[in-house]
T-cell receptor, first 114, second 111 residues
Framework: DGGITQSPKYLFRKEGQNVTLSCEQNLNHDAMYWYRQDPGQGLRLIYYSQIVNDFQKGDIAEGYSVSREKKESFPLTVTSAQKNPTAFYLC?????????????FGDGTRLSIL | AQSVTQPDIHITVSEGASLELRCNYSYGATPYLFWYVQSPGQGLQLLLKYFSGDTLVQGIKGFEAEFKRSQSSFNLRKPSVHWSDAAEYFCAVGPADGLTFGKGTHLIIQP
């Protein structure tokens, strides 16, 4: 079955450390997204990519970085510059330019600070 | 700019009772509208979507939603809830590559 795989499910970061969250999809979607979810805040867009080797900042990109070297993969790095990284991170994908087709989501990664 | 308001942060419903979750949106054109459900610690699952045609749309798990352009609303309904419906529900507006989500409604089911 096609879908989105996020790993790991749980991740712990020490102060001053960068960590990378993995997101892989086999839906053949060109567009991929990263969201951050905090209690009562809904989903906030961190970065998105409409096509390989191109990505744009979302609403809360500070302290995060991404790459899009392959269509299937869109890893997110949480850098030491992100002062409050504890959150639930969700990756999604969609068919760009087709507005009625929904975003598909992975099962998320929960990041905590040690 | 597009926006979504879900006025109810929490809703408590007795098992077997009917449910309506409210969603109001702001969008400059004919909207694409979606409802997603999230179980604790999981990703979001699509319940239903609307982009044109019949204003009453059917989704999975017995849910339906009605698009009312005059009220800028897209409320989610279910005639009889089950304990397994307890979850977080999100309304979203826009094309899929430019979605804006509401902050969610937490549904609690009482036995």
């Amino acid at each position: 079955d096609g879908g989105i795989t996020q790993s790991p499910k749980y991740l712990f970061r020490k102060e001053g450390q960068n960590v990378t969250l993995s997101c892989e999809q086999n839906l053949n979607h060109d567009a991929m997204y990263w969201y951050r979810q905090d209690p009562g805040q809904g989903l906030r867009l961190i970065y998105y990519s409409q096509i390989v080797n191109d990505f744009q900042k979302g609403d809360i990109a500070e302290g995060y970085s991404v790459s899009r070297e392959k269509k299937e993969s869109f890893p997110l790095t949480v850098t030491s510059a992100q002062k409050n990284p504890t959150a639930f991170y969700l990756c999604a994908s969609s068919i760009p330019g087709v507005g009625n087709q929904p975003q598909h989501f992975g099962d998320g990664t929960r990041l905590s600070i040690l | 700019a597009q926006s979504v308001t879900q006025p109810d942060i929490h809703i408590t419903v007795s098992e077997g009772a009917s449910l309506e979750l409210r969603c109001n949106y702001s969008y400059g054109a004919t909207p694409y509208l979606f409802w997603y459900v999230q179980s604790p610690g999981q990703g979001l699952q699509l319940l239903l979507k609307y982009f044109s045609g019949d204003t009453l749309v059917q989704g999975i798990k017995g849910f339906e939603a009605e698009f009312k352009r005059s009220q800028s609303s897209f409320n989610l309904r279910k005639p009889s809830v089950h304990w397994s419906d307890a979850a977080e529900y999100f309304c979203a507006v826009g094309p899929a590559d430019g979605l804006t989500f509401g902050k969610g409604t937490h549904l609690i089911i009482q036995p």
